[in-house]
Each structure stands twice: as structure tokens, then as C-alpha cells.
């Protein structure tokens, strides 16, 4: 893994060089029925096209390969072609990829890809032979040509660049503190996230110079911040995730673009004319929906969370574990997700370090999951039973203290549960013992929330969990 290096593929006219029979056999290898097939066969086969130039058509020029452009389908069917290469790549013995660990197992991580743009992962020079050769016999069968000139080789451990040898021609490695594009974010061995920051504010003054002279209402300008200038924030935050100055430079010259039409951080002469807690309402409620960046960050990595917990297969959940950190000796510890189990704290909500830090805290925080109403009165009710049936049963088995919790089972209890089954679904005890000790919400007999923290303090050391000091028969 010292070594490992990340290929950055670059493919000629990728949508206009698929070979269509390559496509079509890729489709019946993959099961889909001949009928689709054929369907293919007929939107492709027989395509022309004339060129238009000074006022004047062209004749007619017959299309016989690449794909339909802006045709809906052209995005899947071209990844059905890549998918091929994918495949090779994943099934080869002598490519080992890198690897991922966390305390959910472990994946390995040879290819992977985003519409035409492929990045390959190796751990070897000698790796990077394979992949070329790969690639170049795709190319044969496919159309997909790789233009190795511009292919970029990434070292993923700066420190191991004097070491390497040299690559196979055309291929460079890319210098450490260089930077280059890659889908449309700036990536290197040393990322270096003050410039991609930078240059996105170059690009977005750029963009807004125009829209600056044009529009001549804050309404109007308010709708271009939220069309424009955040999905390129929250794109690039996605990636490389801003400090809190940075998203106070960007909110400030948002707010100035919006009232004064100057994309700037500088201090605007003049004020804006609606508070800024009524300006970020929605119109239908008086305001004029002025983006606050903040609360799309947040929002932007709660929503990243919250998908990665649920839905999450082992493979995403390595990732997420990995990118999460930190690791201990290589792994990544395991991270779960307890909704509303983080009391929320005096000063609200804050960005974190990374967008998982900051979408674990949000859901952990703030999470959908809220105490049924008068569940205190239902835990008064179940320490009651205890008064009544007689206390837990408790005896000792060596140096573990075994509680029998039969005096608490009966109407009230499976009332209880039922109660918090209709509010929030079905119970899944699999994530109970990977709790965190000093996250939980406890309630005393009394229905009082109490603070674990200081009445359990020698058993709230960072990271202990439940199943560290309780088990389940």
C-alpha cells in the first residue's frame, strides 16, 4: 500500500466511439431480453447527421458508431459498456487494488468510475502495466480508445515517490503539490483545499459578472444564489470540506450579491431591508428564500449520513467507516448513528472537521427519532411494576452481575413497546450494543432525564460502548 497509485482514465470521444455491436452483445451478456435489444438496434441503426455552417447544411453523413447524444438513455448504456472493463479489471489476480479495513470487514478497491470519467487503483508500477494493457484490449472490442497522454497517475502516498521507478510511457506521475481536474474538482497526492475554494470563488465571480449587470431585483438575484452559486458550493463541499471562515466568506458575499448585486466580501455601502432570519424564509412565508450556506452544509451532511446508515451495504458502510476515522493501526473503528441520543448543546449547531463528523453530530443531535409524548409517565409506570411484582433479580456469576428482568414483562411493558412502535416502526435491537455510553438518554425512576455523564462517569470513557460492559441471553 505505500506505493499505491490512482489512474485517472481518460477516454477519446468517449460517447462517440462505443462500437454498437460491442453494445448490443454487452446488453444480451448482461440478460437483457432480445426484444429490448432490438429496440436499441432500431433507436441506433441508420442515424444521420448534416453540419451547419455560415447558414449552409451539409450533405448527409451516416452515424455507424457512439451512442445518441443527449438521448436519456446514453448515460446508462455507456456505463453497460464500461461495465465490461470494469469487470476485467475487478476479476484480474495480479491487480490487487487497495484496501480498505474498518472494523466491518474489509473491501478492495480496484475501479471505479462516474459517467466516461474511470479511476483505476493499484498498488504497483507493475500494476499499471496490467491496467494499460487492459484498457488497450477494450479498446479493441469496444471503440473506447484511451488517450494515455492525457491520463493522470496520482501517488496516493507522496512520501513514496522517490522510491518508485519509472512509468510505462506516455504515463506521468502527477508532482505532489500539482493539482489537476477531475470531475470538476481539483485532486492530487496533497489536496490543498484553500485552493480549491479560491479558484471556485474565481469561477463563480466570473460567472455572476454577467448576472450582476442583468438582473436588477434582489428577488431576482436571491433566485440565482440558489441556482447557481450553491450547488457549486455544496458540490465541492461534498469533497472538500470548508472551514468555518470559508463558509463565513462565502455567506457574506452571498448576502452581498443578493441586496447590493456585488459578488464581494468587502464591505457594501447601504443595508439590507428585511431582517436575516425573515430574508431565508420561503416566499409563501414572507421572505425571499435567501440562501443561508451554513444550513445547506448541514443539511448536505445529514443527508449523506442518514443515507449511508440506512441504506448502506457492507461495502459503503467500509467506506463510510474509513472516511469517518480515525483509523488504530489501519482499521477504522465501526460508526453508528443514534438519533436525538447527543443532547443538543448551548451553541447550537456547528461544522465540524469533515462532512461525516458533521452529519454523525446533526443525526446524533437532531436526528427525526423524538421521545413519544409523556414517556416519562411510562417510565414512572414500569418502576411501579418493580414496587409492586417485587425487584430485578440479581446474582452474580463470577465477576458478572446477571439481572433478570422478568418483574418488568406484562400489559404495561408490551404497552410500551407498542406505544413506541407506532411512533417510530419496528424495533432493531442489532445496533443497540454498538451504542455509546456517554451519548445515551437515560430517564431515573422519577421520569427525569439523567445526566450519564456524571452519574456513570468512570464508565463514560470515549468510545465505550454497551456491548463492553452489558450482554444480552
Request: with cysteine; aromatic share 8%.
Amino acid at each position: 500500500m505505500a506505493g499505491a497509485l490512482a489512474l485517472l482514465l481518460d477516454f477519446r470521444k468517449a460517447y462517440d466511439s462505443v462500437d454498437r455491436e460491442f453494445l448490443y452483445e454487452a446488453l444480451l451478456w448482461l440478460g437483457f431480453p432480445v426484444d429490448y435489444v432490438t429496440a436499441m438496434r432500431g433507436l441506433h441503426d441508420g442515424t444521420r447527421v448534416r453540419f451547419l455552417a455560415n447558414g449552409y447544411r451539409s450533405r448527409w453523413v451516416a452515424v455507424t458508431c457512439g451512442i445518441r447524444q443527449g438521448c436519456p438513455l446514453a448515460p446508462l448504456l455507456f456505463i453497460i459498456v464500461l461495465d465490461a472493463m470494469y469487470r476485467r479489471i475487478d476479476n484480474e489476480p495480479k491487480v490487487s487494488g487497495i484496501v480498505l479495513k474498518s472494523q466491518a470487514g474489509s473491501m478492495r478497491l480496484k475501479v471505479g468510475g462516474y459517467a466516461d470519467d474511470t479511476a483505476s487503483y493499484v498498488s504497483t508500477i507493475a500494476e499499471v502495466v496490467i491496467i494499460m494493457g487492459i484498457t488497450r484490449v477494450f479498446a479493441l472490442a469496444s471503440g473506447l480508445m484511451l488517450n494515455e497522454a492525457k491520463t493522470l497517475v496520482i501517488a496516493l502516498n507522496p512520501a513514496a515517490i522517490v522510491t518508485m521507478g519509472p512509468l510505462p510511457a506516455p504515463l506521468k506521475l502527477q508532482p505532489v503539490h500539482k493539482l489537476a481536474r477531475y470531475l470538476g474538482l481539483q485532486v492530487g497526492s496533497l489536496p490543498d483545499p484553500d485552493y480549491t475554494w479560491r479558484l471556485a470563488r474565481t469561477q463563480l465571480v466570473t460567472r455572476l459578472a454577467l448576472a450582476m449587470g442583468k438582473t436588477l431585483t434582489v428577488d431576482q438575484r436571491s433566485l440565482l444564489a440558489m441556482a447557481i452559486v450553491i450547488p457549486k458550493l455544496l458540490y465541492i463541499g461534498r469533497h472538500q470540506w470548508p472551514s468555518r471562515e470559508t463558509t463565513h466568506s462565502f455567506q457574506k458575499m452571498i448576502t452581498n450579491f443578493v441586496w447590493h448585486g456585488r459578488f464581494t466580501e468587502e464591505d457594501v455601502g447601504g443595508r439590507a431591508w428585511l431582517n436575516v432570519h425573515v430574508a431565508s424564509l420561503t416566499r409563501h412565508q414572507g421572505g425571499l428564500a435567501v440562501p443561508d450556506l451554513k444550513v445547506e452544509l448541514l443539511a448536505l451532511a445529514a443527508v449523506t449520513v442518514n443515507i449511508w446508515a440506512i441504506d448502506a451495504d457492507p461495502s459503503p458502510q467500509i467506506v463510510g467507516d474509513v472516511l469517518t476515522g480515525p483509523l488504530v493501526d489501519g482499521v477504522a473503528p465501526s460508526v453508528y448513528v443514534s438519533p436525538r441520543h447527543t443532547p443538543p448543546t448551548t451553541y447550537g449547531k456547528r461544522l465540524k472537521d469533515s462532512i461525516w463528523t458533521t452529519g454523525i453530530n446533526v443525526c446524533n443531535t437532531y436526528g427525526e427519532v423524538t421521545p413519544p409524548e409523556h414517556k416519562g409517565y411510562m417510565v414512572i409506570a414500569l418502576a411501579c411494576l418493580l414496587h409492586f411484582r417485587g425487584p430485578l433479580g440479581q446474582r452474580w456469576y463470577g465477576r458478572r452481575l446477571m439481572l433478570d428482568t422478568q418483574p418488568l414483562q406484562g400489559t404495561v411493558c408490551r404497552q410500551y413497546v407498542a406505544t413506541e412502535a407506532a411512533i417510530h416502526g419496528s424495533f432493531c435491537s442489532d445496533w443497540v450494543p454498538f451504542l455509546t455510553i456517554a451519548d445515551l438518554k437515560l430517564y431515573s425512576a422519577v421520569g427525569t432525564v439523567m445526566n450519564i455523564k456524571s452519574k456513570f462517569r468512570t464508565l463514560c470513557r470515549a468510545g465505550t460502548a454497551l456491548k463492553d460492559i452489558l450482554h444480552w441471553r
